[in-house]
């Protein structure tokens, strides 16, 4: 029994391992992406996309992992985004994990439970930008992504949760 536990366990480390490699290897790439096909990648949240990822198909602990680790993991290769909105943009994320999984205990609907979960943490993300840019400890504009593309994202990463979730409960 304990060699079985091991095994399931092993795979367990080994398949989120794989996936934590692959998403910072991708979120390492989004710029080269970006000036490569001449498209602002970054539209299309690339981290949530990671971390919707690690949802679907990892365990809550690695979404976790994912959503403290991938902006700071950002910030060390490329010193992008500056330290204060990478801070933020992790809280943010973390916000989000918490959120879906917290909501998904209390309604069956995992699309309302991620579009919930995506949409509270944006009004903190921007709630606490808003304050920082009101004090000048943050410099750039209040929303950079346009609404309607985090609407779109929004929608598309919900709707996959909802699929696959439901496909495993």
Same mark, same amino acid.
């Given at each position: $029994?304990?060699?079985?536990?091991?095994?399931?366990?092993?795979?367990?480390?080994?398949?989120?391992?794989?996936?934590?490699?692959?998403? @910072?290897?991708?979120?390492?790439? !989004?710029?080269?992406?970006? &000036?490569?096909?001449?498209? /602002?990648?970054?539209?299309?949240?690339?981290?949530?996309? $990671?971390?919707?990822?690690?949802?679907? &198909?990892?365990?809550?602990?690695?979404?976790?992992?994912?959503?403290?680790?991938? /902006?700071?993991?950002?910030? !060390?290769?490329?010193? &992008? /985004? !500056?330290?204060?909105?990478? =801070?933020?943009?992790?809280?943010?994320?973390?916000?989000?994990?918490?959120?879906?999984?917290?909501?998904?205990?209390?309604?069956?609907?995992?699309?309302?439970?991620?579009?919930?979960?995506?949409?509270?943490?944006?009004?903190?993300?921007?709630?606490?930008?808003?304050?920082?840019?009101?004090?000048?400890?943050?410099?750039?504009?209040?929303?950079?992504? /346009? @609404?309607?593309?985090? @609407? =779109?994202?929004?929608?598309?990463?919900?709707?996959?949760?909802?699929?696959?979730?439901?496909?495993?409960?």
């Amino acid at each position: $029994m304990e060699a079985i536990l091991n095994n399931i366990n092993s795979k367990s480390i080994i398949k989120s391992s794989v996936f934590d490699l692959l998403a @910072i290897v991708a979120i390492y790439l !989004v710029p080269t992406f970006s &000036h490569f096909f001449a498209v /602002p990648i970054y539209f299309i949240e690339p981290m949530r996309l $990671m971390l919707i990822l690690a949802i679907a &198909h990892t365990s809550k602990k690695n979404a976790y992992l994912l959503a403290a680790t991938l /902006p700071i993991f950002s910030f !060390v290769v490329s010193a &992008h /985004p !500056v330290f204060l909105k990478t =801070l933020l943009i992790s809280g943010e994320l973390l916000i989000n994990v918490w959120l879906f999984f917290f909501i998904s205990e209390k309604i069956t609907n995992k699309f309302g439970a991620m579009a919930l979960s995506i949409g509270i943490s944006k009004l903190v993300y921007y709630s606490i930008k808003f304050g920082l840019l009101s004090f000048v400890l943050l410099e750039g504009s209040l929303v950079s992504t /346009p @609404i309607l593309m985090q @609407i =779109l994202t929004t929608i598309l990463f919900s709707g996959y949760i909802f699929i696959i979730r439901k496909n495993f409960e």
